[in-house]
């Protein structure tokens, strides 16, 4: 009898423990599943020079945010001026959108989405459709019926309004926006993708009851496009530009200033006067309005706003009843931002000749923690590296999804640390030699500052827990 309980207790033991390390383990390997670890993620670092032009030559790579961001894997040539956009390249376009959207929605913007594909009816009834010539990738369908790879969207979207009849005065000012690719065939396609055929824009139409509105909404977008660059840490000129091919009765282009713009820009030394240079009739050294000295510089345009008025709606009948219940034709605007320009342009404005440098708020991840190599004595301290990330993601919560783990312990820390200042990490902590000292020390790097701190856990923990990326 007591050998037959000996033997059920030990087997209770036995299912016991067995049960618990089950537990443990699939704790620990759920743990594991959590973290994001570099060595899983589609990262293509030093792809080849003879690969990186695609169709072109390596003489093409005459752009910096073009060289950095091909060489750190960040885009990938597919044919002449169209890119695959790699996942750090998606991460980072997907919060600028939604900087984007806080901002739109913020005055009344309403997201929606247009086919790309627009009949080219639509463009006829505009006169567009002669107007733009070979700018238009054409196409016809299986009907022999005549599209176009939308490059804007004025036109569709008036038509959008004009179906459904006339809209109440109490519904305006309706502001409708998307963020989706558009299609351009450029005669050379250069920059990477500052000028590309195929590329991601934020266009928002408006419709007001009067030129007075009209201007109203113009200058809340224009706030609103200022305050988007301002959390972007970008310094920007909005300057007076023509009209173009889009039309209309006023124009402002915001720019970026940089050496490899492809846009002219006069700016006046005394007052705020700005304006592309093909917007004046004669390039004068004297300021229009205050006779001060103009200053000439190069500029990336990023944004670009237009004061339709009723050019559009008058032509496909958009209009709204007024206080009386008669038909008024709106009055229009359009408003454009590059978002995959925006991108390429902040690396070139911000970066080294070797290192990406991003706006902090486009960053594809805030932090990346560097483990020991592998063989090292720093290895010893097993898990360090592991208990900081998950220490983190419970003491900063605004890290969740912002961490990364470098767990390529086969590589040296200095061959990690050189890929994480190439991909522009704003924070990098490394633990190297000083984490066999009691207590262990981490090196903290600050890409955007060129600081370096050397910090405990808790030190690491306070530091990174007050980090903003909002």
Sequence with gaps: MEMAIHSYS????????????????????HGR??????????QPMNIREDRM?????????????????????LIQPANTGCFYYLP???????????????????IGGQKLNMPSLTSASLWKISERWDLLGKELFRLKDRHNME???????????????????SLSYKQLPLMLYQVTRKFRDEPKPRFGLLRGREFYMKDMYTFDVSESAAKETYNLVSNAYSRIFDRLGLQFVKVQADTGSIGGKMSHEFQLPAEIGEDRLLMCSDCHFAANVETMKDVETNCPQCHGKLIESKGIEVGHMFYLGTKYSYIFGASYSNTENKPIVAEMGCFGLGVTRILAASIEI????DDIRWPSLLAPYQVCII???????????????????????????????????????????????????????????????????????????????GKTLFLTQEGVLDFLRNVQIA
Excluded: W
């Excluded at 569709?156 to 459904?164: C, G, W």
């Design 10 to 29: 030990r087997r209770l033991f036995n299912s016991l423990f067995c049960g618990f390390l089950h537990l443990h383990r699939s704790h620990y390997h």
């Design 147 to 165: 599209y176009c790879l939308s490059p804007t969207h004025e036109e569709a979207v008036t038509e959008l309004i004009a179906m459904q009849g």
């Design 33 to 42: 599943s959590k973290r994001q670890l570099l060595s899983r993620l589609f």
């Design 371 to 449: 483990s020991p190599k592998k063989g090292s004595k720093e290895e010893l301290i097993t898990g360090l590296s592991e208990t900081l990330y998950d220490t983190l993601m419970d003491a900063a919560p605004q890290l969740r999804g912002e961490l990364l783990l470098d767990d390529r312990s086969h590589l040296t820390i200095g061959k990690r640390l050189k890929d994480a200042n190439r991909l522009g990490y704003p924070y990098v902590v490394i633990a190297g030699k000083r984490i066999l000292e009691d207590p262990p020390v981490f090196e903290v790097s600050c890409q955007n500052n």
């Design 350 to 353: 911000l970066s080294t000749e």
């Design 53 to 73: 032009v695609g169709a072109g030559r390596s003489s093409e790579l005459t752009c910096k945010s073009q060289r950095l961001m091909l060489q750190a894997g």
């Design 88 to 106: 750090y390249t998606v991460r980072a376009m997907e919060k600028l959108i939604r900087v984007i959207d806080e901002e739109m929605q913020s």
